[in-house]
């Protein structure tokens, strides 16, 4: 394996952990939601879930973007 091919693993793991941490957020969020007794847990399960949204649609994207290789001049 060169180390372009190591670059693209690597930045690949990368933006997937990102999709895995969204999902685990996301977890968390419906733990606290189903177990929210009182307005502020509901709160912050509802910004909880939204972040994980949040990270989950634009962080790899973001990523993706940024390590895009350029066009040929």
């Known amino acids: 394996?060169?180390?372009?091919?190591?670059?693209?693993?690597?930045?690949?793991?990368?933006?997937?952990g990102a999709n895995c941490a969204g999902?685990?957020?996301?977890?968390?969020?419906?733990?606290i939601l189903g177990r929210a007794k009182t307005t502020e847990l509901t709160m912050l399960g509802i910004a909880l879930m939204l972040a994980s949204f949040w990270v989950m649609a634009a962080i790899?994207?973001?990523?993706?973007r940024r390590w895009r290789t350029p066009p040929e001049a």
Do not use: H, I, K, S
Not at 6 to 13: D, H, L, S
Not at 60 to 64: E, F, Y
């Open 1 to 16: 394996m060169n180390e372009a091919d190591r670059v693209a693993r690597n930045r690949y793991f990368l933006m997937m």
């Open 23 to 31: 999902v685990a957020g996301a977890v968390l969020a419906l733990l």
């Open 60 to 64: 790899p994207r973001m990523l993706a």
